[in-house]
């Protein structure tokens, strides 16, 4: 026992030397590794692998994102006026703005401005959450949390 102790602490001693071995350092003109290229990633690795920047799948994200702009179109204006469809409203919203505000909109910038509204109104996580999830989410913490407590006091 005193022996192998002796031993380690002789091994830390020795002295190192400051440049690499040879098999670890860089070749001239080479990449380090930790940058080399890929050339052929794993299944596992493409399984994994998002695809959010492919011209397919900013088309699908652009398409949800109208869909759930569609869903949040108000029926009618804060002043009760109906809207009929997304034309009705960009022309209500150009006349609301020049009348509260005097801003001359055209009807691109109003788009943006409404998209812009609509997307945000799509998206707001917290308005979409319901007293349903909260009582689920309140529930699953209880009962991962009793249960932990539970086996631990039974096993302990």
């Given at each position: 026992m005193g022996l192998?102790?002796?031993?380690?602490?002789?091994?830390?001693l020795r002295p190192t030397s400051?440049?690499?071995p040879a098999r670890l350092a860089p070749r001239a003109g080479a990449p380090p590794r930790c940058c080399a290229p890929v050339e052929d990633e794993s299944a596992l690795k493409k399984f994994f692998t998002t695809n959010?920047?492919?011209p397919a799948a900013k088309?699908?994200?652009l398409a949800w994102a109208r869909t759930q702009m569609?869903?949040?179109?108000?029926?009618?204006t804060v002043t009760g006026q109906s809207i009929e469809d997304r034309a009705d409203f960009v022309r209500q919203y150009v006349e609301a703005e020049k009348a509260k505000f005097g801003r001359e909109l055209t009807p691109e910038a109003a788009e943006r401005e409404i998209d812009a509204w609509l997307l945000k109104q799509a998206t707001?996580?917290?308005s979409k959450t319901s007293a349903a999830d909260v009582a689920a989410a309140v529930l699953v913490f209880v009962a991962a949390?009793?249960?932990t407590v539970f086996f631990?006091?039974?096993g302990g």
């Open positions: 192998s102790v002796l031993y380690f602490a002789t091994l830390a400051l440049t690499p959010r920047e492919a088309a699908n994200q569609d869903a949040e179109m108000p029926s009618a707001a996580a917290p949390f009793g249960g631990k006091g039974v």
